[in-house]
């Protein structure tokens, strides 16, 4: 995004992270909201949740260097919370039912990780680029958020020394927690360059959310 922020980028007349707040503050399972954020963007943070009057965000804190850094400052914050939704920011056409669908799947394990099946065939290829191996698709899935947690289990996986990781899942699978994984959506977009931009405001056009 050059010298863009992500989350404050303009998505149909809105920051990004507008339509991600709301999305969790409108949702019925959803009682309390730990809002992550870097330096640079933590006042704007704060003002657009003052704005828009979003009570369910009852925390606003800074981040640390990695990602499960800032995951950890924000579970730090919760209390006497059963379940754990945790969510990019810059995934703003996250759903309702993408949400209850993970709540509901967490209960079977413990962890629920919204993700999509692989469209493309994938290589696995070496510093030469050249290709090394051609995976199964069939067993193939694009991991997502929201991931959904029984808040316990995410916060002893987060208590432990950790190496990083690409996300919240993975640490539970180095513990040998089995996470289920359940049905996200195509359109669940993570907005990183200009184009996710224009491609989530067509989306969200064509879901008649666009103002």
């Keep these: 995004m050059g010298q863009v922020d992500k989350l404050f980028a303009r998505l149909a007349g809105e920051p990004v992270l507008s339509h991600t707040l709301r999305a969790f503050h409108t949702c019925s399972v959803v009682e309390e909201i730990a809002l992550v954020l870097n330096p640079r963007n933590l006042q704007q943070g704060r003002r657009l949740v003052e704005d828009q009057g979003w009570w369910k965000v009852r925390h606003i804190c800074l981040g640390g260097e990695l990602r499960q850094d800032s995951v950890r400052e924000g579970l730090a914050r919760l209390s006497g919370c059963e379940w754990v939704i945790i969510h990019d920011g810059a995934r703003p056409l996250v759903s309702h039912q993408l949400i209850h669908c993970g709540l509901k799947e967490a209960k079977d394990r413990g962890a629920a990780v919204a993700a999509v099946p692989v469209k493309d065939t994938l290589k696995v290829v070496n510093p030469g680029l050249e290709v090394e191996e051609t995976p199964n698709r069939s067993t193939l899935w694009a991991a997502q958020t929201p991931q959904v947690f029984r808040y316990q289990l995410i916060w002893d996986a987060y208590s432990h020394p950790q190496a990083p990781a690409p996300d919240d899942a993975v640490l539970m ?17 993570k907005i990183t360059t200009q184009e996710d931009l224009a491609i989530a405001e067509a989306l969200l056009q064509r879901k008649g959310t666009a103002h």
């Design 173 to 189: 699978e180095r513990l040998g927690h089995r996470v289920k994984v359940y049905m996200g959506a195509y359109d669940n977009i």
